[in-house]
C-alpha cells in the first residue's frame, strides 16, 4: 500500500460502508426510540427516536439507568428487573404499558428488549426499542367505545322492534281478525245479495290486511335469531319467505363460529332489506346468498340474476332501503357497496367487523 502510515492506519479503522449506513439509520430514526443498555441497564448509546419520544438528550440520559423511564408503582414491583432477567432467560421481552417522559408526563408504549450475547455466550448488554402508541392506544379506546354504544343501539332498536311486533300481533292482528269474523257472520245474515257482496269484500280487505300486518310484524322481529343463531334463521328466511316470492334462493356461508348478537342483527337487517329490492325491483329468478367471514369480520353478498337497476354505489339518492343498508354498515363500522348492470342483475356486498365478546359482554 502506498501513501502515509497514519492514512492507511486511518483507512483501515473505517468501519464497512454497510455498517456507517446502519448507524446512520439507527441514529435518524424518529418513530423508534432505538438504545443500548449495558448488563446492568445503564444506558449506553442514545438516537434521535428516543430524545423525540422521552425528551431526554443523550448526553442527559447516558450513564443513567433504564428503570428512570418506568412509573413509581412498576419500580416498587422490580418490573425493570424483571424485564431484563426475562429477556436473558428467554433472548428477548415483548411489553406495553405505561412509561415516564422526561417532564414528568406518561405514554403508552411498546418495549422490545434483546439480549446481546458475543460469541463465547458472555452476556455484553442490551437492545432496547421503544415505540410511542399512546395515539394508537387513544384511538382503540375510542373504537371500543364506538362499539359499545352500537351495540346497546343494536340491542335498545330491536327490544323496540319486538315491542312494535308484539303489539301488531297481539292487539292490532287480533283486532282486524275479529272484524273479519264480524264481516263473515253479517254476509251470512244478509238480506239481499249486493249487501252480502260487499261484506264478503270487506271481508277481503281485511284478510289482506292482515296478512300485510303479519309480514309486517315478521319483518320487525323475525323469529329464530334469539334462538337459532344467523345461519339457521337466514336459512329459514331463504326458505319460508324468499320462495314464497317466487324465488329459487342459493345459500352458501363459512363461519367457524357464531358471531356476536349485534353483529348478526346487522348482518340480518341488512340481507332482509337487500332480499325486499330483489322481490321489489329485480324481476329476478335465483337470488345468491354468501355469507363468509374475512378480516376479523363476516362479508356478506346478494346476487340476483333480475334486470339491474343501472344503479352505481354512490347513486342512492331517493332509495331509502339502499340509504339504510350502506348507514347500518356503516353504522357497524363496516362498508357497504352495490353494482348493478340493466339486464345482468345486482350484487349488493358489504362487510361488517365481528364485535369482540369483551366489547358486547354476550359470547363467552
Known sequence: MTGRPEEAERLLNV??????????????????????????????????????????????????????????????ARKPHRELEIAVAEGR?????????????????????????????????????????????AAEQALGERRRLFAHLVRAQEQER????????????????????????????????????????????????????RDLSFRLHPPGLDRHGLVETLALHLDEVVRGWGLEPVFSHE?????????????????????????????????RLQLTSADTGLLTRVVD????????????????GVIEMRERAEAAGGWWSMHSEAGAGTTVEFWVPDLPAALTGERS
Not at 305 to 315: I, M, Q, S, Y
Open 15 to 76: 468501519p464497512p460502508p454497510s455498517e456507517t449506513a446502519f448507524s446512520l439509520l439507527v441514529q435518524g430514526v424518529l418513530d423508534y426510540g432505538i438504545f443500548m443498555l449495558d448488563p446492568g441497564g445503564y444506558i449506553t448509546s442514545w438516537n434521535a427516536g428516543a430524545e423525540r419520544i422521552k425528551g431526554y438528550r443523550a448526553d442527559e440520559i447516558t450513564g443513567r439507568h433504564f428503570s428512570v423511564f418506568y412509573p413509581p408503582e412498576d419500580i416498587a
Open 93 to 137: 421481552l415483548e411489553d406495553e404499558g405505561w412509561r415516564i417522559r422526561k417532564d414528568g408526563r406518561r405514554f403508552w408504549a411498546n418495549v422490545v428488549i434483546t439480549a446481546l450475547f458475543d460469541d463465547t455466550g458472555e452476556l455484553r448488554g442490551f437492545g432496547k426499542v421503544t415505540r410511542d402508541m399512546t395515539e394508537r392506544r
Open 162 to 213: 319486538r315491542r312494535i311486533a308484539w303489539d301488531v300481533h297481539d292487539d292490532s292482528i287480533q283486532a282486524m281478525v275479529a272484524v273479519g269474523m264480524g264481516l263473515q257472520l253479517l254476509a251470512d245474515q244478509a238480506l239481499d245479495e249486493r249487501s252480502a257482496a260487499e261484506l264478503t269484500q270487506l271481508d277481503s280487505s281485511v284478510r289482506e290486511a292482515v296478512t300485510r300486518l
Open 255 to 287: 363461519l367457524p363460529y357464531e358471531p356476536a348478537p349485534e353483529t348478526a342483527v346487522t348482518v340480518f337487517r341488512i340481507v332482509q332489506e337487500a332480499l325486499l329490492n330483489v322481490r321489489k325491483h329485480a324481476q329476478a329468478r335465483t337470488v
Open 305 to 320: 340474476d333480475g334486470n339491474g337497476h343501472g344503479l352505481e354505489p354512490n347513486d342512492v339518492h331517493g332509495h331509502f
